[in-house]
């Protein structure tokens, strides 16, 4: 396993390589986005609803924003929004999108476990999402510096796959294939991406991290943070992995173990004091 070091740019080099290949697809549809298209999310709405109620008039950081489709789409709602990504190459393409989308958003690269100072308590709304800590090998680190973000009374919305759903490799018949909280860290070589399942990126090999739901929220209390809500969901209008989950004849996509539901995604909203 490499050390925290060399794993960051092992993925560093994985998301520059995505960035080259998302973009023409249906999980990121670049033309739509730039023709008007609001790309959050049912869940990633709802919680900007519950935490913010509308994001007009505020300073809103999105962090871990990889080619900036919702950073861009929350500027059109009206934030004054900054990006930030540890990736140059999906830093690039989002500056590029906002420029061609007539938006005006800063995007900034840094490493979201130590934003640099000028972000510190500048922001109303840290906005991360979805499959974001899977990325991060010290969350304590990360859910500080997103705490540092925020001027008193801000909040931070995270909306991100359940650390029982990560677990899932395949679900008929069931196989797991990654640890449910911290292990220091699993390395992986696949092709494809959770949004173009057929391209191949450049870059393959990834190290990824578990971090329990408890794991996450006491991150968040060590942080100084106050935990206002907490939500499992256990339904999703689309795969966030791409084609782990079966769409059931409603539309929506279910992960049955026994018959029994199993989450599949959770929101956190803590606020600073």
């Known amino acids: ?4 070091r060399a794993a960051r740019r092992i993925n560093r080099a994985h998301w520059d390589s995505l960035a080259a290949v998302h973009g023409n697809d249906a999980y990121y549809d670049d033309e739509a986005l730039i023709g008007g298209a609001d790309t959050l999310g ?3 709405a709802a919680g ?3 935490a913010v109620g509308a994001v007009a008039g505020l300073d809103v950081l999105h962090l871990q924003c990889h080619i900036g ?3 861009i789409s929350l500027a059109r709602r009206g934030a004054r929004t900054v990006g930030v990504d540890f990736s140059p190459g999906s830093l690039e393409k989002a500056r590029e999108l906002a420029r061609r989308a007539a938006v005006d958003v800063e995007f900034v690269q840094a490493d979201a476990c130590a934003l640099p100072a000028e972000l510190s308590n ?3 709304l840290v906005y991360s ?3 974001v800590l899977c990325w991060i090998d010290d969350l304590a680190a990360w859910m500080r510096s997103a705490a540092g973000a925020l001027r008193p009374g801000g909040r931070l919305l995270l909306v991100d796959l ?3 759903f990560q677990m899932v490799d ?3 018949p069931l196989d797991l294939g990654f640890p449910y909280a911290n292990d220091g860290g699993r390395s992986f070589d696949e092709d494809g991406s959770y949004a173009v399942l057929v391209a191949k990126a450049a870059a393959t090999e990834t190290v990824q991290y578990a971090h329990s739901l408890g794991e996450t929220v006491t991150a968040a209390v060590q942080a100084g943070l106050r935990i206002e809500r907490l939500d499992e969901h256990f339904d999703l209008a689309r795969d966030p992995r791409g084609n782990v989950l079966p769409r059931e004849d409603d539309g929506r996509h279910r992960l049955r173990v026994d018959g029994e539901l199993l989450p599949l995604a959770f929101t956190l909203i803590a606020r600073r004091p």
């Open 48 to 50: 900007v609803r519950e």
């Open 42 to 44: 049912e869940l990633e």
């Open 162 to 164: 359940h650390p029982l």
């Open 122 to 124: 500048r922001f109303d």
């Open 129 to 131: 999402t979805a499959g």
């Open 1 to 4: 396993m490499p050390d925290a």
């Open 170 to 172: 395949r679900v008929d």
């Open 69 to 71: 489709h919702d950073t």
